[in-house]
């Protein structure tokens, strides 16, 4: 069982900054897992925001973040952060952190994740 927990987030205005942290435990196991961000704004589904590869040698992101936002891993691999830059109120949403299987290109789809973190609010003001 991997457990996740997610900080970093907060109320913003439009065009600042926030760094999301994730970490996961059973930090041995937790290193050879694909990571991934998500998000779900009030009254809509769940969608990928970026993902990065047990090796972070590959990172995907929707095209809507594409140029803000950077998917890191941190040295002991069971850390993750999004730094999320030039923020929009449409990037208000919850945040959370997932975990999957291992693959060469991570995955954006929900159901190749099997950990998730409970969330972190990021709210954009305009």
């Known amino acids: 069982q991997v457990q996740l927990v997610e900080s970093g987030g907060g109320l913003v205005q439009a065009g600042g900054s926030l760094r999301l942290s994730c970490v996961a435990s059973?930090?041995?196991?937790?290193?050879?897992?694909?990571m991934g961000w998500f998000r779900q704004a009030p009254g809509k589904e769940r969608e990928f925001v970026a993902a990065?590869?047990?090796?972070?040698?590959?990172?995907q992101y929707i095209d809507s973040v594409k140029g803000r936002f950077t998917i890191s891993r941190g040295n002991a691999k069971n850390t993750m952060y999004l730094q999320m830059n030039s923020l929009k109120p449409e990037d208000t949403a919850v945040y959370y952190c997932?975990?999957?299987?291992?693959?060469?290109?991570?995955?954006?789809?929900?159901?190749?994740?099997?950990?998730w973190g409970q969330g972190t609010q990021v709210t954009v003001s305009s």
């Open positions: 997932a975990v999957g299987p291992p693959s060469a290109v991570a995955s954006m789809s929900t159901e190749r994740y099997d950990y």
């Open positions: 059973e930090r041995t196991f937790s290193r050879y897992l694909n």
């Open positions: 990065i590869s047990w090796g972070g040698s590959n990172s």
